[in-house]
């Protein structure tokens, strides 16, 4: 039975966050942080996005571990005190889903469960696609499947979006936003973690820059100062470089993924939040079949806005699969 309302945010915020440990893998080190060891041999790996980090599933981890699950969460390659490698191609999507694949290698699992926000969605999408046998099920928030279209996906926003667009800034302007962000970084983390930031049409210039130098924050904050501080002072160390990184693939993945099988077949669930900026996928189903489809109302960052509804959803979904 699932606790509700109080009772379960209270017993989730009771327990610390756990403490990482280094793993040589791929040759790279990663910080990954675990729960429910007693459960090893029903792992689930929880990815996170951008700009973001292990604790942003904070209200996930202890819940899935008393569910019976091994709970294993990385700071994926470019944040937190994982790996940051110089070169911008270590960051492509073969980089990012080999480091997965090395993860469950590590723990001698032949596949799992994945969930993925943001980024990390992406990169479950794509792990489904290069290597569907260590995939078991998936469960993704916020980005739905990427079709890969006629033409390369930077170009394709340039065209649409101009070069402002984040996307397109981060491949022009390369450093740019990288300095901005790492000179105003608890302003910028501050300014995007919010809710009910109310509709309005963009402003000129490029919206992440834009939100590193804002005076006032629009909307409510999503975590307390203390909450916070962890992604703060995970930023002041690996600065953003690495993570905007990922953006600076886009296109070479879309070359890479190019005689790939665009199919998905691994039960999945899909959860939106109504008030993301990121829209649905209408034909999501066309590409992944065996589909589930959530939808909450809250904005982008779903897991931490509304974690019980996100707890409850998550659970409910993988019961069906253990009757």
């Given at each position: 039975m699932i606790k509700t309302d109080t009772k379960m945010i209270a017993e989730i915020k009771s327990?610390?966050?756990?403490?990482?440990n280094i793993i040589s893998i791929n040759g790279i080190e990663l910080e990954v942080y675990e729960a429910g060891k007693e459960n090893m041999g029903?792992?689930?790996v929880l990815c996170h996005g951008f700009p973001e980090h292990a604790f942003s599933w904070r209200y996930q981890i202890p819940v899935l571990a008393k569910a019976g699950?091994?709970?294993?969460?990385p700071n994926q390659r470019g944040y937190g005190n994982s790996s940051c490698p110089k070169d911008v191609t270590a960051y492509d999507i073969t980089h990012?889903?080999?480091?997965?694949?090395a993860l469950l290698d590590y723990y001698n699992y032949k596949d799992a469960v994945f969930v993925g926000h943001d980024w990390g969605a992406n990169v479950v999408w794509?792990?489904?696609?290069l290597h569907p046998e260590r995939v078991n099920k998936i469960i993704n928030l916020a980005l739905p499947y990427q079709e890969r279209g006629k033409k390369p996906w930077i170009e394709l926003m340039e065209a649409f979006f101009g070069d402002d667009f984040y996307f397109v800034h981060f491949n022009k302007k390369p450093g740019v936003a990288d300095a901005v962000l790492e000179n105003q970084t608890e302003n910028f983390l501050r300014n995007l973690f919010r809710k009910n930031v109310p509709l309005a049409p963009p402003e000129p210039g490029m919206l992440m820059i834009n939100l590193a130098k804002a005076e006032n924050p629009l909307g409510d904050p999503i975590m307390n100062d203390d909450d916070l501080s962890v992604f703060v002072k995970a930023f002041n160390n690996s600065g953003f470089n690495g993570a905007i990184n990922w953006y600076r693939n886009l296109d070479r993945n879309w070359h890479l993924l190019a005689d790939i099988n665009p199919i998905i077949k691994q039960p999945t669930l899909m959860i939106y939040g109504n008030l993301d900026m990121i829209p649905k996928f209408e034909r999501l189903q066309d590409f992944v079949p065996n589909l589930d489809v959530i939808s909450l109302d809250c904005g982008h960052h779903i897991q931490q806005e509304l974690p019980q509804e996100t707890n409850e959803s998550i659970l409910k979904w993988l019961a069906k699969f253990n009757g």
């Open positions: 327990l610390e966050f756990p403490n990482p029903n792992p689930i699950y091994h709970v294993i969460v990012l889903t080999s480091d997965l694949v794509n792990l489904a696609l």
